[in-house]
């Protein structure tokens, strides 16, 4: 039930990308950013110097970075350690009890500390909208567009995408700023998402939008 042990893949480029059946093209004024999961503890799995963590991760940074520039409103999810079995509810029966309450497992990682005026969400299931308040933080701040960042691609990014779509909020995953298990199911995560729900871009695709 722990996590596995991630083999090093390359992160797909923009010739790679799935065409999406949404129309929908990012805009600054309308967007907000959501670094999902980036947390010490699930990213122990990967090499940390190595594809497709460390571009990932300083494919983040990139965007957040700018983001805070332009005023964009970023949004981080982190998990809480030692959950009481109760409210981990049915995902202690795939992924055992989770992450513990310690800085090496709870700790978004160095690269990616959240910065003032930054907001952070206790993150409860695999979407990140399960039992938080990022909608209405999000409409509050005249936002109805979501870009998901972070870990992991076809499980938590994936909810997240698919339920922005479901409450009429614009969904975007940036294709090579987030890791998965693997690059199959980096893959399929992105082919899923194009076809139902959002819109995979790569970060300099975003980065030219978001200018």
Known sequence: MALPTIPSYAL??????????????????RIALLVHDMQRYFLAAFGADAAPLAPATANI????AHCRAQGIPVFYTAQRGNQ??????????LWGPGMQATRE???IIAALAPAEGD????KHRYSAFQRSNLETMMRARGRDQL?????????????TVAEAFQRDIEAFIAADAVADFSRA???????????????PMTTDQLLERLA
Do not use: F
């Open 119 to 122: 907001h952070v969400l206790v």
């Open 84 to 93: 009481d079995r109760r409210d981990r509810g049915l995902q202690a029966d």
């Open 147 to 159: 870009l998901v960042t972070g870990v992991y691609a076809h499980i938590g990014c994936t909810a």
């Open 185 to 199: 199911d980096h893959d399929q995560a992105l082919h899923w998402i194009a076809r139902t729900c959002g819109v």
């Open 61 to 64: 940074v990139r965007l957040v």
């Open 105 to 107: 497992h709870e700790a």
């Open 12 to 29: 797909p480029t923009a010739a790679e990308l799935p065409a999406p059946r949404g129309p929908w093209q990012p805009d600054p004024a």
